[in-house]
């Protein structure tokens, strides 16, 4: 689902984050989650058109939590709300897009649009959960005793309320998030399934940045992009993925001078 790689793209963008989102963002500490996942581009966006972002957003819940009064808590209504913020917000697929950019114009990527889904449902109420896996992400949760699962890069089939298609499809996503596709040439040394939170979302991005970074051969900015995102998520694949780029630096010997330069910048870099 999350789409495939041409370059050496030592990991597949996975994603997902979560932030909460009520009539008031600015009194919510997930203010900053939301902030840091609209700063991460390769420009600076403005105040003013993050606090833009922040309204229009804002209207998308307050119109939900209108129709949640009157269908209440289901998977009838979170099954129309799947399809619904598809229409409105993802309309075309490219990977490592950032979050800013699926509100601008609908460009989505795998972590950004899993990010849009897991806003509404934290906002609204409904207990879910982001599972991160090595080379795939998505959402499972349970409402009124049903369970449910989203893949938000399926437009067709990414809502699931049935216990046997969901058991289906958590077979299908565990084996294809340990295994990486013919153009996924990095193979990880661990597994990963496990839940995640929303700041750790955040590290994410930054990860997938630094990927982006690494493919583009600007590995001082991999590592820079790396040291943001260890700040929010400590995980084994950040780590992984820091040896390979310093790797890559240490064949570079003006490359070496530079990060030796800067080392006072990356606090992860202590890890090694």
Do not use: W
Not at 45 to 57: A, G, R
Not at 178 to 185: H, K, L, N, Q, V
């Amino acid at each position: 689902m999350c789409g495939r790689f041409t370059t050496f793209l030592f990991m597949i963008l996975l994603f997902t984050f979560q932030v909460s989102y009520a009539l008031s963002i600015e009194e919510k500490s997930t203010n900053h989650v939301f902030d840091q996942l609209l700063k991460i581009e390769n420009t600076t966006l403005s105040e003013d058109i993050i606090e833009s972002y922040k309204t229009d957003f804002l209207k998308t819940i307050s119109s939900y939590q209108s129709k949640q009064v009157k269908r209440g808590q289901n998977t009838k209504a979170l099954k129309h709300l799947f399809y619904k913020t598809h229409r409105q917000y993802l309309k075309s697929y490219v990977p490592y897009q950032s979050f800013a950019k699926l509100l601008t114009d609908g460009t989505y990527g795998c972590l950004t649009a899993t990010a849009l889904y897991a806003l509404l449902l934290e906002e609204l109420g409904y207990e879910y959960e982001i599972i991160e896996t090595n080379y795939h992400i998505f959402l499972v949760g349970e409402v009124s005793g049903q369970r449910f699962l989203i893949e938000s890069t399926d437009p067709i089939n990414g809502f699931l309320d049935s216990d046997k298609e969901i058991d289906e499809r958590l077979n299908e996503v565990t084996a294809k998030g340990a295994t990486p596709s013919t153009e996924d040439r990095y193979r990880f040394s661990f597994n990963i399934n496990r839940s995640i939170s929303l700041e750790e979302m955040v590290g994410l991005q930054y990860y997938n940045m630094a990927s982006q970074a690494y493919n583009n051969g600007n590995y001082i900015q991999a590592v820079a992009d790396l040291d943001r995102a260890h700040q929010y998520y400590q995980s084994e694949r950040i780590n992984e993925f820091l040896l390979l780029v310093i790797d890559r630096i240490a064949l570079d010997r003006n490359l070496l001078i530079e990060l030796n330069l800067n080392k006072q910048r990356f606090q992860i870099l202590a890890t090694l």
